[in-house]
């Protein structure tokens, strides 16, 4: 019916204008409308095409600031656990030099393997407090 809109306009004469539903006053008022119908989708999709790359870039955008959002919380996550984690490195070191300042009151004899091994790897570790 469009294209017939169209043609209309342009060939009224055709023979297939003079058989319904084309040759009512309806279809006539529906042609006379379509070239400016026409022309204004032209225009809507041509103005469509020139904001298409700022369209694009402001999808880009958002996109971009979605990452961007999830790296700071995984980033604030890490920094969480890494705070969590040297926090108790620290307990741990607090503990061991605790345990290991006990045993300095010991007897030579005295049994304390466990102690003077944790000793051991703490003087020779590569824990970065």
Do not use: W
């Amino acid at each position: 019916m469009q294209d017939a809109a169209v043609i209309y306009h342009s060939h009224p004469s055709c023979q297939i204008f003079d058989f319904a539903p084309f040759n009512t006053p309806a279809f006539k008022q529906f042609s006379a409308a379509a070239p400016v119908a026409i022309v204004e989708a032209e225009q809507a999709a041509s103005i469509a095409l020139q904001n298409l790359p700022e369209n694009m870039v402001c999808t880009v955008r958002g996109i971009v600031t979605d990452v961007n959002m999830a790296q700071r919380q995984q980033n604030d996550e890490m920094q969480e656990l890494k705070n969590t984690l040297t926090s108790e490195m620290s307990s741990i070191k607090d503990m061991l030099a605790l345990a290991l300042g006990s045993r300095q009151g010991r007897k030579p004899n005295q049994k304390g393997g466990c102690l003077m091994m944790y000793e051991t790897v703490l003087e020779g570790s590569s824990i970065i407090y």
